[in-house]
């Protein structure tokens, strides 16, 4: 009786793989957006792109810095016109996924896993993201006795921006599932391409 059961429950949750494709392709169009804005970004001011990928004060002290922000930016470019057709998916994962953990350790790292500072009592805060609430209390109490603080957050709370790895770490991995489960069926070029030629 107790096998049926599983047996039973095993057949529906296989039964769901039918539409498996789903799922890679949400991965591909949630990804789209970022690359493309963080890519046409760097694109629409390449010379102090640049310089922030060389300047060891205040940017990324990345040697070779214009072939670096070149790389980066056509990666992210290219990355999100792939994805979004579904071509080469798991090729283009390799660079994107590159990029991440080049933002990671060189943009982030300093400022701990967080992209948006929480309090002491989070277990994942540190002294910078727990000095950055104290800082948005502060920005509150002026803005409350200053301004119409009910229709600045009409629409939501305000924050303070930590920018720790939490965002690039998130995107690293849906690129690494990419890399292994490639871009999924029917609604890539990929699929259709192997379903050719690929034998």
Excluded: C
């Excluded at 059961?5 to 789903?22: G, I």
């Excluded at 789209?32 to 792109?49: D, H, Q, R, Y």
């Excluded at 080469?88 to 990671?104: D, F, G, H, N």
């Excluded at 009409?154 to 871009?183: C, D, K, P, Q």
């Amino acid at each position: 009786m107790m096998q049926d059961t599983v047996n039973k429950l095993y057949a529906m949750l296989n039964f769901t793989k039918r539409a498996d494709f789903l799922a890679p392709l949400a991965l591909r169009l949630y990804l789209v957006p970022i690359f493309w804005m963080a890519g046409t970004k760097k694109l629409a001011n390449m010379e102090s792109t640049i310089e922030w990928f060389g300047n060891s004060e205040w940017g990324l002290g990345l040697p070779f810095p214009e072939l670096m922000a070149w790389l980066a930016t056509m990666t992210e470019i290219t990355g999100a016109i792939f994805l979004l057709i579904g071509l080469a998916v798991r090729w283009i994962s390799l660079p994107l996924m590159v990029t991440m953990l080049v933002a990671m350790f060189t943009v982030h790292w300093q400022n701990g896993w967080l992209a948006i500072a929480e309090g002491s009592g989070s277990l994942f805060a540190n002294d910078r993201s727990i000095a950055a609430i104290e800082r948005l209390n502060q920005a509150k109490e002026i803005l409350q006795e200053q301004s119409n603080y009910g229709w600045i957050t009409e629409h939501g709370s305000l924050v303070m921006l930590n920018n720790g790895i939490e965002f690039s770490a998130t995107y690293f991995i849906m690129l690494l599932v990419l890399f292994f489960y490639g871009a999924g069926r029917y609604l890539s070029i990929d699929y259709w391409f192997s379903k050719r030629w690929v034998k």
